[in-house]
């Protein structure tokens, strides 16, 4: 069964470096998606893709995020000063159209 | 942000049993509403989801009902088996904007 991969499954970053997480959707799906969960609490909405460009974002996603399908399977989540509050769990998800999203296993992001 | 509320953190059933996990919502505009499960070191894996136009959806030992009325929905797993034990997430969604999701609820099958 097709499912959305990301890697790496744990990145480790000082505070204020740049980080990269990626992600390879499933290959026929037309939507895409960043979500993060802070240890203890929910999984929360960053930012939803579509058609090449930003379809949603909620208010987390702020200037420090930003969201690229540099070719045609993979996307990416850039934050560009990371923060320690920034330390999370990420999941991508894609979806074909409007039915469920599929989740990838996840990144987890640990800032020093 | 409480639009998603899943009340019991955990929930231990019996193999063979029912295990009925329960959500509510505030939000009037949600139109479309999934469970999803987890297990530890893996991502929310999708099991079963409902339109808003629907009180009920079957799929295997699987159904999920919603009442619209109460703003509640509800996961019916029988019979329960131990595989079964993962966390559970209700989520929801307002046309085709982002998914809301509960803080889960922890079932246990005991064997």
């Known amino acids: 069964e097709p499912e959305v991969t990301q890697t790496p499954s744990h990145q480790v970053t000082q505070m204020g470096q740049e980080v990269i997480l990626r992600c390879v959707p499933i290959?026929?799906?037309?939507?895409f998606y960043w979500y993060r969960q802070i240890l203890g609490q929910k999984v929360e909405f960053l930012v939803s893709f579509y058609n090449n460009e930003i379809s949603e974002k909620s208010e987390i996603f702020d200037d420090q995020f930003s969201v690229e399908r540099p070719d045609g399977s993979n996307f990416t989540l850039k934050i560009r000063s990371t923060k320690l509050e920034d330390s999370a769990m990420y999941f991508c998800?894609?979806?074909?159209?409007?039915?469920?999203?599929?989740f990838g296993d996840g990144t987890r992001l640990s800032i020093l | 942000d409480q639009q998603v509320k899943q009340n019991s953190p955990s929930l231990s059933v019996q193999e063979g049993r029912i295990s009925i996990l329960n959500c509510d919502y505030t939000?009037?505009?949600?139109?479309?509403f999934l469970w999803y499960k987890k297990y530890p070191a893996e991502g929310p894996t999708f099991l079963i989801s409902?339109?808003?136009?629907?009180d009920k959806n079957e799929d295997g030992r699987f159904t999920v009902f919603l009442n619209k009325s109460a703003k509640h929905l509800s996961l019916h797993i029988v019979p329960s088996q131990p595989g079964d034990s993962a966390v559970y997430f209700c989520a929801a969604r307002a046309g085709a904007n982002n998914l809301f999701f509960g803080t889960g609820t922890r079932l246990t099958v005991i064997p």
């Open positions: 290959s026929n799906h037309l939507y």
């Open positions: 409902i339109s808003s136009i629907k």
């Open positions: 939000n009037s505009m949600f139109d479309y």
């Open positions: 998800a894609s979806s074909l159209g409007l039915g469920p999203q599929h």
